[in-house]
């Protein structure tokens, strides 16, 4: 049974844009065309690809094809390189979206140079996911991203590792909360009362420094922040105490624009480089970048 590529690309097409109308667009074809081709695939599989919606997701299936279609455009354009006759009229012009899995930290601090390093070598476009380092794993189970910046030192199946090395955070907050919080310094009491910054539900950093510093699990007030840009800004403006990366945090420690609730201690998480094997070797230079830069920035 022979593989409808062309349908394959319109499924890709509506995951990677959200839309039929985008899809159609990207492809230079009518947005009938694209979802006759979804359809009829979806009819020959007797299997639904893609959840309409806003935004129009991949199913488990339809990831499956992506994952495909992910690997069969980094061969083409390989082969296109060498021979660019035989670019179709769909084909040309084309570029290949990788897709990539890291947590908000990392991008906030040293991942976004060392993609932009990637891209301004190659003709790649990167679509970059976010989650919690331990759950970026996750994306690369599910076959939604080649690559991945992850807590995970054991290998996912399929995948290679690489250490990147280690994340630091300090515990900060400005002199006013500090004052106003821990006249008497870090008590249980007063930390209890302390309000934090928290990213999500996953975020789990605070509690892990909380119980590393009182030797158990404790409880305290949180504000909820999804940004790493705004547990700064937050910690400046005093709403709370957070986790904040050493690099983002050093320059407003010695302005004394923020000081550390424990100084001295820093928590650690040790990050690492997962790549889909079969993707490995055509995106050597995106490793090579990702770990050139963990090593100047991570200790690696």
Same mark, same amino acid.
């Given at each position: 049974?022979?593989?409808?590529?062309?349908?394959l690309?319109?499924?890709?097409?509506?995951?990677?844009?959200?839309?039929?109308?985008?899809? !159609?667009?990207? &492809?230079?074809?009518t947005?009938?065309?694209?979802?006759?081709?979804?359809?009829?695939l979806?009819e +020959? &599989?007797?299997?639904?690809?893609?959840?309409?919606?806003?935004?129009c997701?991949?199913?488990?299936?339809?990831l499956?094809?992506?994952?495909?279609?992910d +690997?069969?455009?980094?061969?083409?354009?390989?082969?296109? !390189?060498?021979?660019?006759?035989?670019?179709?009229?769909?084909? !040309?012009?084309q570029?290949?979206?990788?897709?990539?899995?890291?947590?908000?930290?990392?991008?906030g601090?040293?991942? &976004?140079?060392?993609i932009?390093?990637f891209?301004?070598?190659?003709?790649?476009?990167?679509?970059?996911?976010?989650?919690?380092?331990d759950?970026?794993?996750?994306?690369?189970?599910?076959?939604?991203?080649?690559?991945?910046?992850?807590? $995970?030192?054991?290998?996912? *199946?399929?995948?290679?590792?690489?250490?990147?090395?280690?994340?630091?955070?300090q515990?900060?907050?400005?002199?006013?909360?500090?004052a106003?919080?821990?006249?008497?310094g870090?008590?249980?009491?007063?930390? *209890? +009362?302390?309000?934090? &910054?928290?990213?999500?539900?996953?975020? +789990? $950093? *605070?509690?892990?420094?909380a119980?590393?510093?009182?030797?158990?699990?404790?409880?305290?007030?949180?504000?909820?922040?999804?940004?790493?840009?705004?547990?700064?800004?937050?910690?400046?403006?005093?709403?709370?105490?957070a986790?904040?990366?050493? *690099?983002?945090?050093?320059?407003?420690?010695?302005?004394?624009d923020?000081?550390?609730?424990?100084?001295?201690?820093? $928590?650690?998480?040790?990050l690492?480089?997962?790549?889909?094997?079969?993707?490995?070797?055509?995106?050597?230079?995106?490793?090579?970048?990702?770990?050139?830069?963990?090593?100047?920035?991570?200790?690696s």
């Open positions: 049974m022979a593989v409808d590529y062309a349908a690309r319109a499924v890709a097409a509506v995951v990677r844009t959200g839309s039929f109308e985008r899809a !159609a667009a990207s &492809l230079n074809v947005p009938s065309a694209v979802s006759q081709r979804v359809k009829h979806e +020959r &599989l007797g299997a639904v690809l893609i959840e309409r919606g806003i935004p997701t991949a199913t488990d299936k339809g499956s094809l992506c994952r495909h279609m +690997r069969v455009g980094m061969l083409e354009k390989d082969l296109m !390189a060498q021979l660019p006759e035989l670019a179709g009229p769909e084909g !040309a012009g570029q290949v979206t990788l897709n990539i899995a890291t947590n908000a930290d990392s991008l601090t040293w991942f &976004l140079e060392a932009a390093s891209t301004k070598a190659s003709d790649y476009l990167v679509n970059v996911a976010i989650d919690d380092e759950h970026t794993a996750d994306w690369l189970r599910r076959g939604r991203v080649l690559a991945a910046v992850t807590s $995970l030192e054991r290998t996912v *199946q399929g995948c290679r590792v690489t250490p990147l090395g280690a994340l630091r955070y515990a900060t907050a400005s002199p006013d909360f500090v106003r919080y821990f006249p008497d870090l008590t249980e009491e007063a930390f *209890q +009362r302390a309000p934090a &910054l928290t990213f999500n539900q996953k975020d +789990r $950093l *605070q509690n892990v420094w119980c590393e510093v009182f030797g158990h699990d404790m409880s305290f007030p949180t504000h909820w922040l999804p940004s790493t840009q705004s547990f700064l800004e937050g910690s400046l403006a005093g709403m709370g105490w986790l904040n990366p050493a *690099q983002l945090a050093r320059p407003h420690l010695e302005r004394g923020l000081v550390e609730l424990l100084p001295g201690k820093m $928590l650690e998480r040790h690492f480089w997962q790549i889909n094997r079969l993707a490995a070797d055509q995106l050597r230079e995106l490793s090579q970048s990702i770990l050139s830069v963990a090593r100047q920035e991570l200790g």
